[in-house]
């Protein structure tokens, strides 16, 4: 008997409690913006009736974009959104209820919010956009372990920290705000884009880590100095013009690079290191370059624009086989050196142009040759090295199987003449190894004779 009666009273208090949620279910809930209502029942594809707590259950995505809500409460009972457009509103204040870990998406970008605050632990969100609103501060919380896009740009933000926790973070957006500081914690090695435009930043600290970090916009700050990590090597995209700096040294190597952004900055002098193999633009204008050094290698460039220096001489060289863009008005251009096909195809043009405005243009072959050889002494022998400027090592040997480096000499017009010093041989060859590309640039002729000593190379 007592067991049965146990029983009916399992029964009795399961249909109580049952009725009870059906009727709390059944509740009509309050959401006073009549924008914010009739965009729920919308979603719900409700066209009258007031809205229940069983209705806000229903909802998994909400589109209430360009409907003048100026209030959202009523939200806290959608436990299940898990996308939410409030984007392009009249909302001046936004609190996210703690309730909705569901979310993955949040746009509320484009109102005119002053203030923004965000529960802790909403580790689905995956994108977070507050774009276009007045925040002059927001606060991220931690526990956003899942979130890959951050979009807070064109705020009014004076200084931005992210939690170290944020590690999935992919995007990262703040353009247009007035930044003087911002904080970014290491090992973000998801980060693929970093867009810090039109700031007032006058230092960034880059943490190491950043090894997938693509895109990198800092146009338009205060920077003085800027320091890349060493393994910030897949940049593809750097745009640091409109800035204050006065020197620049990138990673080594940056085989990923396209686009390269320096101009309007303070630079006097820059070399680009080896292994820009993918570059196609270059934009240096604007600065006070006095010394350019292009590295080798660089066959995918197209445009160098140079506008606006102060380059007295300038070297091309000679695998520079895409380049079509050569802008180089307002330099004090006196000299300029490039190799003799460049200057017989497409930058004929140029080279007339410069050669009528007294630019002296000298051009070099591509083939490395050792020619003009000569005794200048009893003990010395000369001879004349052509080819693309750069450092080259000389090497000499006598039996065309043992070579020895014998000096260095740097090419610096297309054309240097190297002496041999050492004493006088039967017969001598010699050979020049380029130092800039590490390849062997040599031609062999007959072997010297103890009078004349002449060919060998």
């Known amino acids: 008997m007592k067991e049965r009666t146990r029983t009916i009273f399992k029964i009795v208090s399961t249909l109580i409690l049952t009725g009870v949620t059906l009727s709390i279910q059944a509740q009509n809930v309050s959401v006073p913006d009549p924008g914010l209502n009739a965009a729920i029942l919308d979603a719900l594809h409700k066209p009258v009736g007031p809205l229940t707590a069983q209705d806000l259950l229903r909802l998994v995505s909400l589109i209430a974009g360009e409907r003048n809500i100026r209030r959202t409460d009523g939200l806290e009972g959608a436990l299940n959104l898990n996308f939410l457009d409030l984007d392009s509103n009249s909302l001046t204040n936004f609190t996210l209820p703690s309730g909705l870990t569901k979310?993955?998406?949040?746009?509320?970008?484009?109102?005119?919010?002053?203030?923004?605050?965000?529960?802790?632990?909403?580790?689905?969100?995956?994108?977070?956009?507050?774009?276009?609103?007045?925040?002059?501060?927001?606060?991220?919380?931690?526990?956003?372990?899942?979130?890959?896009?951050?979009?807070?740009?064109?705020?009014?933000?004076?200084?931005?920290?992210?939690?170290?926790?944020?590690?999935?973070?992919?995007?990262?957006?703040?353009?247009?705000?007035?930044?003087?500081?911002?904080?970014?914690?290491?090992?973000?090695?998801?980060?693929?884009?970093?867009?810090?435009?039109?700031?007032?930043?006058?230092g960034l600290d880059l943490p190491s880590g950043l090894t997938n970090l693509g895109t990198l916009i800092l146009r338009g700050n205060q920077l003085t100095n800027l320091a890349f990590p060493e393994d910030m090597t897949n940049l593809s995209f750097v745009d640091i013009g409109e800035n204050q700096l006065a020197n620049l040294t990138m990673p080594v190597p940056l085989p990923h690079l396209n686009f390269l952004r320096v101009s309007a900055n303070r630079l006097t002098s820059l070399v680009l290191p080896p292994g820009m193999t993918n570059l196609e633009s270059i934009f240096l204008n604007g600065n006070q370059l006095t010394n350019l050094t292009l590295a080798s290698g660089m066959t995918n460039l197209v445009q160098l624009d140079l506008r606006g220096n102060q380059l007295a001489t300038l070297t091309l060289p000679p695998d520079l086989f895409r380049l079509s863009a050569l802008p180089l008005d307002g330099n004090p251009l006196r000299t300029l050196i490039l190799s003799e096909a460049q200057a017989a195809a497409k930058f004929a043009g140029l080279v007339t142009t410069?050669?009528?405005?007294?630019?002296?243009?000298?051009?070099?072959?591509?083939?490395?040759?050792?020619?003009?050889?000569?005794?200048?002494?009893?003990?010395?022998?000369?001879?004349?090295?052509?080819?693309?400027?750069?450092?080259?090592?000389?090497?000499?040997?006598?039996?065309?199987?043992?070579?020895?480096k014998i000096g260095t000499t740097t090419n610096t017009i297309g054309s240097i003449v190297f002496t041999d010093f050492a004493p006088l041989a039967s017969q001598k060859f010699y050979r020049a190894f380029s130092a800039d590309v590490k390849c062997q640039c040599d031609t062999n002729g007959p072997p010297f004779?103890?009078?004349?000593?002449?060919?060998?190379?």
């Open 354 to 404: 410069l050669q009528a405005q007294g630019v002296t243009v000298i051009t070099y072959p591509v083939t490395v040759q050792l020619i003009s050889p000569q005794r200048t002494g009893a003990s010395a022998f000369a001879f004349t090295l052509t080819g693309p400027p750069g450092v080259y090592f000389i090497s000499e040997s006598s039996d065309l199987e043992t070579w020895n």
């Open 103 to 202: 979310l993955q998406l949040l746009d509320v970008s484009f109102n005119s919010l002053t203030q923004c605050t965000l529960p802790r632990a909403l580790t689905n969100l995956d994108t977070l956009s507050l774009q276009g609103n007045l925040l002059s501060n927001f606060f991220v919380p931690a526990g956003l372990t899942g979130l890959t896009e951050l979009d807070l740009s064109l705020n009014r933000l004076t200084s931005f920290t992210l939690p170290a926790d944020t590690t999935s973070l992919v995007f990262l957006k703040l353009f247009a705000n007035q930044l003087t500081n911002v904080s970014l914690p290491p090992d973000l090695n998801q980060l693929g884009n970093l867009d810090l435009e039109a700031n007032r930043l006058s």
């Open 449 to 457: 004779l103890p009078s004349g000593r002449k060919g060998g190379f």
